[in-house]
């Protein structure tokens, strides 16, 4: 249950999506291939210092309170936009970081994860947003592929469309620092967005 601190630490960070103007409308494609009426760059936030740290520490924060720092050994990056959280993050926990590769390696050790990774290290998976779970899904499978063991997955972002479900299906529980539905209603609420731009995205979210 979100403590009172938690919902106004959700409000600063939607306030600092707006600020960095991450939030855009119009018609996109995204990674999935699914159509979107906006769209959510999250990769500009290191761009923003500021932003940045207040977003990796807010990432530290939930995964110190609601996973625990005993339940994993490792925390690891998903290509591309995670690898910058996952490597802050990792450093503010003083874990070990690992990054996955979008292919695998067709020169030295072939491997599709970079860092040092033993068969049972307990890997918590770092994504700046989810909307199907496919990239998270996909990185997952590379990680348990080498010997890991993927439980948990955090983000920064939860379009709300499928994913957390699917990520489910595979066994991997699936924490979000901001759902998109939150993000739309705190936009409104402070008037940087009208009441049309939130219906169109409450709209995309899947019910």
């Not at 110190?64 to 720092?69: A, E, R």
């Not at 979008?102 to 990774?117: A, C, D, S, T």
């Given at each position: 249950m979100a403590t009172k601190t938690d919902e106004t630490k959700k409000m600063e960070m939607a306030k600092i999506l707006h600020k960095i103007d991450a939030l855009k409308f119009g018609v996109f494609k995204l990674t999935s291939g699914k159509a979107s009426p906006y769209y959510?760059?999250?990769?500009?936030?290191?761009?923003?210092?500021?932003?940045?740290?207040?977003?990796?520490?807010?990432?530290?924060?939930?995964?110190?309170?609601?996973?625990?720092?005993?339940?994993?050994?490792?925390?690891?990056?998903?290509?591309?936009?995670g690898i910058p959280f996952a490597s802050q993050i990792a450093y503010n926990l003083g874990k070990p970081f690992?990054?996955?590769?979008?292919?695998?390696?067709?020169?030295?050790?072939?491997?599709?994860?970079?860092?040092?990774?033993?068969?049972?290290?307990?890997?918590?998976?770092?994504?700046?947003?989810?909307?199907?779970?496919?990239?998270?899904?996909?990185?997952?499978?590379?990680?348990?592929?080498?010997?890991?063991?993927?439980?948990?997955?955090?983000a920064l972002l939860d379009r709300e469309e499928g994913g957390k479900e699917k990520l489910e299906k595979n066994g991997i529980r699936l924490f979000s620092l901001l759902k998109m539905s939150e993000v739309a209603n705190t936009l409104f609420e402070i008037e940087a967005i009208d009441e049309e731009s939130r219906k169109t995205i409450l709209k995309q979210i899947k019910k």
């Open positions: 959510i760059d999250l990769r500009v936030v290191p761009s923003f210092p500021g932003a940045f740290r207040q977003i990796c520490d807010f990432y530290a924060e939930q995964i110190t309170h609601n996973i625990g720092l005993k339940s994993f050994d490792r925390v690891a990056g998903v290509p591309l936009a690992l990054y996955v590769r979008k292919g695998v390696r067709l020169h030295g050790r072939k491997r599709r994860v970079e860092g040092i990774l033993s068969s049972g290290d307990r890997v918590l998976i770092v994504d700046d947003l989810v909307t199907t779970g496919l990239t998270l899904n996909r990185a997952a499978k590379a990680v348990r592929a080498e010997g890991g063991i993927v439980k948990e997955a955090i």
